[in-house]
């Protein structure tokens, strides 16, 4: 048991030095840091929201709304697949969360049925035999058809929006050039948002709490927007409001012309006439060619920018736009031109999102956490060393040395990963230090017990080793479950206190059996005491 082969003598050594070697960097200013050669380590560990403060937010997805668009695309899918078969029909619209229509002639109701279950697809299943299912169900009532979807498509489309939405999210909080923003799922439909370093909440708020779907659609010139709310609105066209600082009605064709999902880049600017902010956007060749066809068929006829349901801006198409660039103008400052822009880069959101929750951490207050965590964690290492040094001299001596390499191991881990740090994380991180010299605790009490019964100093210290092992891997092994348990079903602070207590029950047991070991192993072969005050 005290006997190290070389290579393990040497893999030891190695680890302790890498230990320091890639902690070092946290005690250096990071100005500092940008001078050194690049193969030496860089990384710190990254403080979370309640340490550097920043914004918190918790978002629920509006999933039913995601669900309602796709039903909307079904219904001109049916409207399509009716005219095509030559099926007469009325009444197609949304109903109850069904695509509802009624068939004109009885006789045609089965070839619609079968027509319509074509646009089916397969999606993966929720049942216990795992075989794919159909996405839509079409039942019928006589001459009423209804689709709907069945719960393996209402799963599979909720995770989607929820998938969506959070790689939407993040690249548009990657857009403000903030650093390790925390974005992750909570729950069935929730997504948890905290970004270290913003102090600008409602900035993120706007960014995030706008779908950002863009549309480009004509301006009904039939009527005007106040004749259509006094009479009735022409079939097929839409009453918006205006982004004006005085907001008023549009009438706009319900049919787009191009979507936002054509859009590949948009960049704010500033009008060159004008000298008022802008957004320049630019379409993908496909989204280029339908704008072309779209301004050429409708010259000298107005069109609307539409984004999340209000109208932007309506200019005149005076003539062919057929470069697949356009400019969006409108009552913006620098700010909203920019914040604009990265709405449309980052994409439409499936579904909107709703706040649920929002916190504000100064960077004062974080501060003071940092050093609250700091004082019980050097309290907590003192205590321990004077501790361990009075009850067992030398040994003791020996364990605090093996300490300080364990804190070392912990914060190179965590530095290595680029784990986040936390309040509750620095606790982990001290409880770990009480608990790295329990081992030590366990192994030196059983060597005492060892000299006591009359062994010789070498026969000792091995067989406290050796016997003191198993007690200390069950309670390892029992903590390190605990810890996996809580960052499996907790979230935030919880999971931050699991991966520093779990780094830290591992980083205990290797100080314990291999670094002290190999201290008191190699002062037994240097010294060969007769005996030993332990």
């Not at 259509?228 to 549009?250: F, N, R, W, Y």
């Not at 605790?441 to 005492?448: S, T």
């Not at 192993?521 to 332990?534: A, C, E, V």
Request: aromatic content about 6%.
């Amino acid at each position: 048991m005290l006997h190290f082969d070389r290579w393990k003598i040497f893999l030891i050594l190695f680890v302790s030095f890498a230990a320091f070697l890639y902690s070092a960097p946290n005690v250096v200013p990071k100005s500092a840091l940008e001078g050194l050669p690049s193969w030496l380590p860089h990384k710190q560990v990254s403080l979370g929201l309640d340490l550097r403060g920043g914004s918190y937010l918790l978002l629920e997805v509006d999933t039913a709304v995601a669900l309602r668009d796709r039903l909307q695309s079904i219904t001109s899918d049916v409207r399509r697949v009716l005219r095509d078969e030559q099926i007469a029909y009325t009444g197609l619209g949304l109903n109850a969360g069904a695509v509802t229509v009624r068939i004109t002639d009885a006789a045609d109701v089965e070839k619609a049925e079968t027509a319509i279950g074509k646009l089916a697809t397969y999606v993966a299943s929720t049942s216990a035999a795992g075989l794919p299912q159909k996405d839509l169900l079409v039942s019928a009532d006589g001459t009423l058809l209804s689709i709907t979807f069945s719960e393996a498509a209402k799963v599979a489309r909720t995770q989607s929006a929820i998938d969506q939405s959070i790689e939407i999210v993040r690249r548009r909080i990657d857009e403000l050039g903030t650093t390790e923003p925390q974005i992750q799922q909570q729950g069935k439909d929730r997504i948890l948002v905290q970004v270290p370093g913003l102090q600008d909440p409602a900035r993120l708020k706007a960014l995030l709490g706008q779908t950002a779907k863009l549309n480009f659609q004509l301006v009904d010139t039939s009527m005007t927007a106040q004749q259509a709310m006094a009479t009735a609105v022409p079939p097929g066209s839409q009453i918006l409001m205006s982004t004006d600082k005085e907001p008023h009605p549009i009438l706009v064709e319900r049919r787009i012309l191009v979507g936002g999902d054509s859009l590949v880049d948009a960049q704010p600017g500033f009008d060159s006439r004008t000298g008022e902010p802008v957004v320049n956007f630019h379409f993908d060749s496909n989204g280029a060619r339908r704008f072309a066809e779209a301004t050429t068929q409708n010259v000298n006829k107005p069109f609307a920018i539409v984004l999340d349901n209000k109208v932007v801006s309506a200019p005149m198409i005076r003539e062919p736009i057929t470069g697949g660039q356009g400019q969006i103008s409108g009552s913006f400052t620098i700010q909203t031109a920019n914040d604009l822009a990265i709405l449309l880069r980052a994409g439409a959101l499936p579904a909107p999102l709703n706040i649920l929750e929002e916190r504000t951490v100064g960077p004062g207050l974080g501060a003071d956490s940092i050093k609250a965590g700091t004082t019980a964690t050097l309290i907590g290492l003192v205590g321990v060393i004077v501790f361990m040094f009075v009850c067992y001299g030398l040994f003791g001596f020996l364990a605090n040395v093996a300490l300080i390499i364990n804190i070392a191991m912990i914060i190179g881990i965590l530095s290595l990963l680029q784990a986040t740090l936390t309040l509750p994380g620095i606790a982990g991180i001290v409880l770990t230090i009480g608990m790295a010299v329990d081992a030590n605790v366990l192994i030196y009490e059983r060597i005492r017990e060892e000299v006591r019964a009359g062994k010789t100093p070498i026969s000792a210290v091995g067989t406290g080793y050796t016997r003191a092992f198993g007690t200390i891997m069950d309670a390892n092994i029992t903590n390190f479950i605990s810890a996996a348990i809580l960052f499996e079903v907790g979230s935030g602070p919880v999971r931050g206190f699991a991966v520093a207590h779990a780094i830290g029950i591992l980083t205990s047991v290797f100080t314990s059996f291999t670094v002290n070991r190999l201290m008191v192993s190699t002062w037994l072969r240097w010294r060969r005491p007769k005996t030993i005050n332990i």
